[in-house]
């Protein structure tokens, strides 16, 4: 069953700190994967995807994601945490050859401390 | 201008009773949907409408109906509320098959 796992269902880092949240997928055809960020008591926003372009895939507040294929993970990084970064994260997939089915991972909530 | 917009907010209810949510966006995309994120903050989606025909249906329990009038409004109209039907319903709607979903902010239905 095609599915998506965030490793790690609480991070805490440092401000200032690598941030680097996992997810892995699975799949036997290419996926089209996504980062989503939902800030507290508000809706999901985007922060980056990735289409099958550029492995690399930066996105809006400084965050980026690597799509490795042997690995079948896309986990998301920023090099330093903000305090604004602290929020809910969810990794999600849509298989391609059906219709826009977006799968979510169970989700990660970043906490930043001083 | 909000691109997708719910309503209400908030929805605090009865055991038994019947309820409507409404969803509305502006974006003029073709296809919409309807997410349920439960206490435990995971998202599973229920339905997906396209140019009003629906094309995505989870299993969802038959209390739940969806209704499309045209391509911009997707309402969720829930009969014989239960407890467990307490959770936060986002909208969303997007313009093709890869395209991304651009989100509500979300309706908190409670249960009582």
């Known amino acids: 069953a095609q599915s998506v796992t965030q490793l790690g269902s609480h991070v805490s880092v440092s401000e200032g700190a690598l941030v680097l949240l996992r997810c892995n997928y699975s799949s036997s055809v290419p996926p089209y994967l996504f980062w989503y960020v939902q800030y507290p008591n508000q809706g999901l926003q985007l922060l980056l995807k990735?289409?099958?372009?550029?492995?690399l895939v930066k996105g809006i507040n400084g965050f980026e994601a690597e799509f490795k294929k042997s690995e079948t993970s896309f986990h998301l990084t920023k090099p330093s945490a903000h305090m604004s970064d602290a929020a809910e994260y969810f990794c999600?997939?849509?298989?391609?050859?059906?219709?826009?089915?977006?799968?979510f991972g169970a989700g990660t909530r970043l906490a930043v401390h001083p | 201008d909000t691109a997708v917009s719910q309503t209400p907010k908030y929805l605090v209810t009865q055991m038994g009773n019947d309820k409507s949510i409404k969803c509305e966006q502006n974006?003029?995309?073709?296809?919409m949907y309807w997410y349920k994120q439960d206490s435990k903050k995971f998202l599973k989606i229920m339905f997906s409408y396209n140019n009003k025909e629906l094309i995505i249906n989870e299993t969802v329990p038959n209390r739940f109906s969806p209704k499309s009038p045209d391509k911009a409004h997707l309402n969720l109209h829930i009969n014989s509320l239960e407890l467990g039907d307490s959770a936060v319903y986002f909208c969303a709607s997007s313009e093709h098959i890869t395209g991304e979903l651009f989100f509500g902010e979300g309706s908190r239905l409670t249960v009582l």
């Open positions: 974006l003029g995309h073709d296809t």
């Open positions: 999600a997939v849509i298989w391609s050859g059906g219709y826009n089915k977006l799968i």
């Open positions: 990735y289409t099958s372009a550029a492995t």
